[in-house]
């Protein structure tokens, strides 16, 4: 079997594959300091919980946007579940032409994204990942990663609100029976939904009108994806385990 790691800068996501199929997922926060034996220990522990015995996988691939862990992390993984875990990073071979200025600066994260929207829904696609940061990635016909565009995550909109102004409380982040807010919360939740909302559809007009590309699929996904996806006709798919899927494509493209 297979262990994915998805390392955020909010959770860790590890799911496990066998061949093909996703037989499981779980998470932990990245923001907890741990060591590597706390690291190796729990990931064994949630393995055993979700019944897969940590012997039975025979291998892995990381990709992380965190790089102030990783050195307990791989070292956890090395000791306690499998001896030599892949890195997504240079020199791996992912199928996506990136064809930006600088190609060293597209986040590893944005690659898997693209590799799993390509090979599972084909090109032209718009890869929208609303995580921490809300980022639209392009990947044409041809499989070239040709634009990204970085936002805020709504998320980090909805602390700025709370840490940022003196009376606005911390909130749930979801959608308002009414855009028509008439108390505090409500107001909150309307902006911030409704706002990504508009964001998201004038961004996908506004990348189908500069690149030409009409027929691009649009496919979302991350932790808040399906609250603006449910909201927009302009989202095609909403797939929960694209980047999962992205890891698990180019492992079998790396594997020797």
Known sequence: MLLV?????????????????????FRMMSKTPR????YGIMIREMLSVNKV???VIDGCIVVSVVPNIMHSLMSGIVRY???????????????IKIVTENPKEIGPDRIVDAVGAYEKYGGPVFVLDFGTATTYDLVTAAGEFAAGITAP???ISAKALWEDTA?????????????????????????????????????????????GLKDMKVIATGGLGRIISDETNKIDIYDSNLTLDGLRLIYAKNRH
């Open 5 to 25: 790691v998805d390392v955020g800068n909010t959770n860790i996501t590890y799911g496990v594959y066998e061949e093909d199929n996703l037989i499981t997922t």
């Open 35 to 38: 060591t590597s034996d706390e």
């Open 53 to 55: 015995d940590h012997k």
């Open 81 to 95: 579940i499998y001896n030599k875990p892949m890195l997504v990073g240079s020199g791996i071979k992912t199928g």
């Open 153 to 155: 995550g709504l998320r």
């Open 167 to 211: 009376k606005l409380p911390e909130i749930e982040i979801k959608k308002p029976k009414s855009i028509l807010a008439q108390e505090t919360i409500s107001s909150m939740q309307a902006g911030l939904v409704y706002g990504q909302i508009g964001q998201t559809e004038y961004i996908i007009d506004k990348v189908r009108e500069e690149s």
